[in-house]
């Protein structure tokens, strides 16, 4: 006998089921792909929802400052004026 194997043609059912292996393979790779590329986007996506949660806060930490601030400038303005114009004022 020969060491040789036999070469045989696979049966038309077989090779309908590698046919199908394949298809599911290829379909399986493609949605892991797009799977990888959705996690990725989120991933940028929260970090950049994070940032604006940050700037936000900072902002709604600056708001009662920068407005007392304001108030404070307008009070000091007007005790300024008020100043000035009872010592341009003769008094009797």
């Given at each position: 006998?020969?060491?040789?194997?036999?070469?045989?043609?696979?049966?038309?059912?077989?090779?309908?089921?590698?046919?199908?292996?394949?298809?599911?393979?290829r379909?399986?790779?493609?949605?892991?792909?797009?799977?990888?590329?959705?996690?990725s986007?989120?991933?940028?996506?929260?970090?950049?929802?994070?940032?604006?949660?940050?700037?936000?806060?900072?902002?709604?930490?600056?708001?009662?400052?920068?407005?007392?601030?304001?108030?404070?400038?307008?009070?000091?303005?007007?005790?300024?004026?008020?100043?000035?114009?009872?010592?341009?004022?003769?008094?009797?």
């Amino acid at each position: 006998m020969s060491d040789t194997p036999i070469q045989r043609k696979p049966s038309p059912k077989l090779d309908c089921a590698l046919a199908a292996h394949e298809r599911r393979a290829r379909l399986i790779a493609q949605l892991r792909e797009q799977a990888v590329a959705t996690a990725s986007d989120l991933a940028t996506q929260r970090k950049a929802i994070t940032a604006v949660t940050i700037k936000d806060g900072l902002r709604r930490k600056a708001e009662p400052w920068l407005g007392a601030s304001i108030f404070l400038l307008a009070l000091g303005g007007i005790v300024a004026v008020g100043c000035l114009l009872s010592a341009a004022v003769p008094w009797r």
